[in-house]
């Protein structure tokens, strides 16, 4: 038996296809949908944990492959560098979960690390380079 935990990156030409439904059907597999959202640039995102037979597991994770998806393990691990961070907010609105927000009261950015799916939009745009990925 395999569980894992990733995060899909769904191209905009394939937000509309049935990839999940299809897990199920043809490979036997369970999950759980975490978190799905759809990106400023229209790309989908979801957070899933996908359970089955190691077998149709790898027969699955080959399928979502070959499917055209991005898939990432969820062990990666997103940390800010405080000494680094600006709090110029432009992280704040590209965030698909709402781990980047500004704090109302000193107008400050907090980042609430256990909402993070580590999906990497705010290390491209931080221009601080303050969202840091660790393996
Ligand atoms: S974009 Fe970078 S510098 Fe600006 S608030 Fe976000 S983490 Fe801080
Ligand atoms: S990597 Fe950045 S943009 Fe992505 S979920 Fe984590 S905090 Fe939000």
Same mark, same amino acid.
């Given at each position: 038996m395999t569980s894992k935990r990733i995060v899909l990156h769904f191209p905009h030409r394939l937000v509309d296809q049935p990839i999940v439904y299809k897990l199920v059907k043809d490979f036997n597999l369970s999950f759980n949908i975490l978190k799905a959202s759809v990106t400023p640039q229209e790309e989908g995102l979801m957070v899933l944990e996908l359970s089955g037979q190691d077998a149709d597991f790898k027969k699955g994770m080959d399928y979502l492959q070959s499917s055209g998806l991005k898939i990432q393990p969820l062990s990666e691990d997103v940390k800010r560098n405080q000494a680094k961070c600006?709090? %110029?907010?432009?992280?704040v609105p590209i965030c698909p979960v709402q781990a980047l927000a500004v704090?109302?009261?000193?107008r400050k950015v907090i980042f609430y690390e256990d909402k993070c799916?580590? %999906?990497e939009l705010c290390i491209k745009i931080c221009p601080a380079h303050a969202m840091e990925i660790h393996f």
């Open positions: 600006t709090d %110029c907010g432009v992280c704090d109302p009261t000193n799916i580590a %999906c």
